[in-house]
């Protein structure tokens, strides 16, 4: 007997894995094929009842009721099987009319299985149909029996009966729900409506909810647009399901995506809140993000990297796969195609639209390098039309995840630390170099170096230090965290404000228009930047620049100004100065130039490349053209565009040639079309050169030597030979040689024992200068 019923339950058990098996299947067909299939099975019994002569309206109305009720059990069995307890039930209407002289009565008892068939789905944990069945019965019972002594009290009774075992039914649920886990009762509610995949897991799968699924995503520090465009993802899932619900057409809700962004601002965290929210509307069938990158796809021969790729994605299915830095798939930077990374992007994409319904593909990385890669394959930007753009964290965001990471390290910092720290971050974010310590990463390890740091300290101090020495960091503990993280960026303490860099540029001397042409930029810059603050349309900003001019009149010098002013509003990360001539720029054979002008390129980012003398990268003088240079041109108009956030490029030259060289290249000109024009000296400046260059080497002129000064300045700027001399090098070049005349001077009266007052030391005189002119002029 015993036996018996084990092979029963076990028969009972095989049946429902075969029904649960059907109907994994019927909700794997789009919803289309179920329509369609519908309809021919619909028009095929009409038409066969034809063909036999039968009655056609009958055998539409009777295959229609067939067709309705297997489309409820497989959408919900649990109601299909109350629906037949119910029916059942209202077969016995002949009984009730033979038992009750009054219809009305009979019609009272035959309705009572509506509210008990409600009041039983009402009840979770035990099965309705039963339910439904257990209260009928005696309910019909007792009626029948009652109905001997009086009819209407036969109705109370029934209905009393019914009420008594719904309540008892009621009970047992409670008590099974308490005995159940929540793996099983996770799967009773899945009984109640679509099924769940048959498959082996063994780990039981968390309950989540999709509003804590959103609460873990408003959790995040920043990323206000991340989180809006995710809950508008929520939403219209949401929307579709009550859409489908309703009877209307849903359409298939958004499954790949593309997060844009720099390193650090939480697109792997986002990621996995993404799979919770499908998860808890049911479009995943876990709540899993597997991670991967080229070196999980590509293989080390063609035909590997499918496997490969097909091994991840097999991984993945039923989650979410997760591919940062995907644009790395395709390498093309040795001048060849990628297969092997072609091929895994072509398996990747088959595998996005055949697993569709059962996976979602997160492809992530730079937003310049992910725009290419897209671009680089229609499929992709078909299949991937969805893009969520990360920002760069400010600095209060920063500060708020440095406090949080050293909440959940039990550590705590002081005050003025904590004042210190927003500083630090401030005056990062105005450097622009947020993105290139890496956001949340470089806060990340600010706290542990400041740890370290701290630990250091607290060890070296020697005693027994307290539980608070222990914990606790300050301001010295940060700040030399801080300066270790950002060692590596050249000129990074050297930055001035804009104020500092405006005034180096006053003090030069002469360049009016230039002066007022730099401040002029420096206005535009600074409003720009109030604008985007606020929210504002700004418009592109001018990041190259063409410096016309001849030799010696300052263009390098206020290169490195533009330098300093752009790094103080946070334009460039650093205001350093890397200086190129065509030398540093042309490679000695095709393919080598390229090469060539990256890497200077890559030296100067951050900062400002300044190339002299620019028109020399186009020589015509070349029979058949000048193809190194026009290499080294087109490499760096790309660079100019591509890295425009990160440099700043100033072409220099005499004013002539570059309007040739610029007229040369529709791309120069329109990329370097901020013309900074640097008049020859005047006599008096010149003058005023020469002095500032005596003074700042703790010299001077006295006053016979400043009119002999004026006098050699007037005449040649009077001939015209001051741009030939160099404009302020010549200057230069008078005060070292007059500078090295009185020094030669004064040795030879040492020499004869006369000794020099501190005067004579750092005084020039009229003999000094007119000595120099005439070594300068060759006499």
């Known amino acids: 007997?015993?036996?018996?019923?084990?092979?029963?339950?076990?028969?009972?058990?095989?049946?429902?894995?075969?029904?649960?098996?059907?109907?994994?299947?019927?909700?794997?067909?789009?919803?289309?094929?179920?329509?369609?299939?519908?309809?021919?099975?619909?028009?095929?019994?009409?038409?066969?009842?034809?063909?036999?002569?039968?009655?056609?309206?009958?055998?539409?109305?009777?295959?229609?009721?067939?067709?309705?009720?297997?489309a409820l059990a497989l959408h919900f069995p649990r109601a299909a099987a109350t629906l037949l307890v119910v029916a059942a039930w209202a077969c016995l209407l002949p009984v009730f009319e033979v038992l009750f002289q009054a219809p009305?009565?009979?019609?009272?008892?035959?309705?009572?299985?509506?509210?008990?068939?409600?009041?039983?789905?009402?009840?979770?944990?035990?099965?309705?149909?039963?339910?439904?069945?257990?209260?009928?019965?005696?309910?019909?019972?007792?009626?029948?029996?009652?109905?001997?002594?009086?009819?209407?009290?036969?109705?109370?009774?029934?209905?009393?009966?019914?009420?008594?075992?719904?309540?008892?039914?009621?009970?047992?649920?409670?008590?099974?729900?308490?005995?159940?886990?929540?793996?099983?009762?996770?799967?009773?509610?899945?009984?109640?409506?679509?099924?769940?995949?048959?498959?082996?897991?063994?780990?039981?799968?968390?309950?989540?909810?999709?509003?804590e699924a959103l609460a873990e995503l408003d959790g995040m520090i920043g990323l206000a647009p991340v989180k809006e465009q995710v809950r508008s993802i929520a939403a219209s899932i949401e929307a579709s399901r009550l859409r489908a619900e309703a009877g209307y057409t849903a359409g298939r809700p958004t499954r790949h995506f593309v997060f844009l962004g720099p390193p650090g601002t939480g697109k792997t965290s986002v990621a996995r809140t993404l799979a919770k929210i499908f998860y808890a509307f049911g479009l995943l069938e876990t709540p899993y993000v597997v991670e991967g990158q080229r070196a999980d796809l590509v293989g080390e021969f063609l035909g590997a990297t499918a496997i490969k790729t097909n091994e991840l994605v097999d991984r993945a299915l039923g989650g979410v796969l997760f591919i940062d830095e995907a644009y790395g798939l395709i390498n093309s930077s040795d001048g060849q195609p990628d297969r092997f990374g072609a091929e895994a992007v072509q398996t990747l994409l088959k595998?996005?639209?055949?697993?569709?319904?059962?996976?979602?593909?997160?492809?992530?990385?730079?937003?310049?390098?992910m725009t290419a890669f897209l671009s680089s394959n229609p499929g992709l930007a078909s299949r991937f039309a969805t893009r969520v753009r990360f920002p760069t964290y400010s600095a209060g965001e920063l500060a708020e995840i440095t406090e949080l990471l050293q909440r959940q390290r039990g550590d705590t910092m002081r005050p003025e630390a904590r004042a210190a720290l927003l500083g630090m971050f401030e005056d990062v974010q105005r450097?622009?170099?947020?993105?290139?310590?890496?956001?949340?990463?470089?806060?990340?390890?600010?706290?542990?170096?400041?740890?370290?740091?701290?630990?250091?300290?607290?060890?070296?101090?020697?005693?027994?230090?307290?539980?608070?020495?222990?914990?606790?960091?300050?301001t010295a503990d940060v700040t030399k965290a801080f300066d270790e993280l950002t060692a590596r960026f050249?000129?990074?303490?050297?930055?001035?404000?804009?104020?500092?860099?405006?005034?180096?540029?006053?003090?030069?001397?002469?360049?009016?228009?230039?002066?007022?042409?730099?401040?002029?930029?420096?206005?535009?810059?600074?409003?720009?930047?109030?604008?985007?603050?606020r929210g504002l349309p700004t418009p592109p900003q001018m990041r190259h620049f063409v410096f016309v001019g001849p030799p010696g009149t300052g263009?390098?010098?206020?290169?490195?100004?533009?330098?300093?002013?752009?790094?103080?509003?946070?334009?460039?990360a650093r205001p350093d100065v890397v200086e190129a001539h065509r030398a540093d720029l042309v490679g000695q054979h095709l393919g080598a130039t390229a090469i060539k002008t990256n890497e200077l390129v890559d030296r100067a980012l951050g900062g400002v490349l300044f190339i002299d003398e620019a028109y020399s990268l186009v020589n015509p003088g070349y029979s058949g053209g000048d193809a190194f240079g026009a290499e080294a041109v087109q490499t760096l108009l790309k660079r100019a565009e591509d890295d425009r956030d990160r440099l700043?490029?100033?072409?220099?030259?005499?004013?002539?040639?570059?309007?040739?060289?610029?007229?040369?290249?529709?791309?120069?000109?329109?990329?370097?079309?901020?013309?900074?024009?640097?008049?020859?000296?005047?006599?008096?400046e010149l003058s005023e050169i020469a002095v500032l260059l005596a003074e700042q080497a703790g010299d001077r002129f006295d006053e016979e030597a400043l009119g002999d000064l004026d006098e050699v300045f007037t005449w040649v700027c009077g001939e015209r030979l001051i741009d030939g001399l160099g404009n302020g090098r010549?200057?230069?070049?008078?005060?070292?040689?007059?500078?090295?005349?009185?020094?030669?001077?004064?040795?030879?009266?040492?020499?004869?024992?006369?000794?020099?007052?501190?005067?004579?030391?750092?005084?020039i005189t009229s003999d000094d200068v007119r000595t120099a002119v005439d070594e300068l002029s060759g006499r």
């Open 351 to 369: 595998r996005a639209e055949d697993d569709r319904d059962r996976l979602i593909i997160i492809l992530a990385g730079y937003e310049q390098e």
């Open 1 to 70: 007997m015993q036996e018996s019923s084990r092979t029963r339950a076990a028969g009972r058990a095989a049946v429902r894995d075969l029904f649960e098996q059907v109907r994994v299947r019927y909700f794997r067909l789009p919803p289309a094929a179920r329509r369609v299939m519908y309809v021919v099975v619909l028009v095929g019994s009409v038409g066969l009842s034809v063909a036999l002569g039968g009655a056609p309206d009958k055998t539409f109305l009777i295959t229609f009721a067939v067709l309705s009720f297997v």
């Open 730 to 763: 010549f200057a230069r070049s008078l005060f070292e040689r007059a500078a090295m005349r009185r020094d030669v001077r004064l040795a030879a009266l040492a020499s004869r024992g006369e000794s020099a007052s501190s005067a004579d030391l750092t005084t």
């Open 431 to 474: 450097r622009g170099l947020v993105d290139e310590l890496g956001n949340a990463r470089f806060a990340r390890s600010l706290v542990e170096a400041a740890a370290q740091a701290r630990d250091v300290r607290v060890v070296g101090a020697g005693g027994t230090p307290t539980t608070e020495d222990l914990v606790t960091t300050t």
């Open 648 to 684: 700043v490029i100033v072409l220099a030259g005499y004013q002539r040639e570059m309007d040739v060289f610029l007229a040369s290249n529709p791309g120069l000109a329109s990329r370097f079309n901020q013309r900074v024009t640097f008049p020859s000296y005047a006599p008096r």
């Open 490 to 533: 050249r000129g990074y303490v050297a930055t001035p404000t804009l104020e500092e860099a405006l005034a180096d540029l006053d003090r030069m001397a002469g360049l009016a228009p230039v002066k007022r042409q730099v401040h002029a930029i420096a206005a535009q810059l600074q409003v720009a930047r109030m604008r985007q603050e």
């Open 104 to 211: 009305f009565t009979a019609t009272l008892l035959l309705l009572l299985a509506l509210p008990v068939a409600a009041g039983a789905h009402l009840i979770r944990w035990v099965a309705p149909w039963v339910t439904a069945l257990l209260a009928l019965v005696p309910a019909g019972a007792l009626a029948a029996a009652v109905s001997l002594v009086s009819e209407s009290l036969a109705v109370w009774v029934a209905y009393g009966a019914a009420a008594a075992v719904l309540g008892y039914r009621f009970l047992l649920a409670r008590r099974a729900r308490s005995e159940l886990t929540a793996e099983e009762q996770v799967r009773v509610r899945a009984r109640e409506g679509r099924p769940e995949p048959v498959a082996d897991k063994a780990p039981a799968l968390p309950q989540i909810s999709v509003e």
């Open 555 to 572: 263009k390098t010098t206020v290169a490195r100004v533009v330098g300093r002013v752009f790094a103080a509003l946070g334009l460039l």
